[in-house]
């Protein structure tokens, strides 16, 4: 099969086929006496068993590794190597969970901070969406509120929300 066919057949565009070839992922294939490059049934299945390992994220050292094994014939190989890959690609989803979740929380802060009236003295009139004016140049600290709150949320707290100790 020539290049657009393998690629339409696995779902990916003719440049990343080449991509994969160029790398050294994808062995390259023998060429007709016009130029054209001439896939057999084992290239589309190692390239459609690299893409869908690149789908789950994997590493694409990993992944290549581990078709190049099915490839050449040693699924055990890959079979034996999955678990830990697996397991190590779940650990690192679930840290980006756990960092996306403290980010959506500082931007509820922010969000809520940016939409409802101070509730300190000092900040703005007190209406909702009314913030500070921005005097950037006339200033040491932040030019407004809204700066206020980005930098308060994003060090763990605003101080114009947070109520005074004492």
Excluded: K
């Excluded at 990916?12 to 060429?31: K, M, N, Q, S």
């Excluded at 869908?52 to 099915?70: G, I, K, W």
């Amino acid at each position: 099969m020539r290049i657009g066919e393998l690629a339409d057949r696995i779902g990916v565009t003719a440049d990343t086929v080449r991509f994969y070839e160029r790398a050294g992922w994808l062995p390259r294939p023998p060429r007709q006496e016009n130029g054209y490059r001439e896939y057999a049934e084992a290239d589309a299945e190692h390239l459609r068993l690299l893409i869908d390992l690149r789908r789950l994220e994997l590493p694409l050292e990993e992944a290549a590794r581990l078709a190049s094994y099915c490839h050449s014939g040693h699924c055990a190989d890959t079979a034996s190597q999955l678990p830990s890959l697996i397991a190590e690609r779940r650990a690192d989803i679930g840290e980006r969970m756990d960092r996306l979740r403290e980010l959506d929380a500082r931007l509820a802060d922010l969000e809520r901070h940016v939409t409802e009236p101070p509730r300190r003295a000092g900040f703005s009139d007190g209406t909702p969406g009314a913030r500070a004016a921005l005097s950037v140049l006339d200033s040491d600290g932040p030019c407004c509120d809204a700066a206020v709150a980005i930098e308060g949320v994003a060090e763990g707290g605003c101080a114009c929300c947070t109520a005074p100790a004492g």
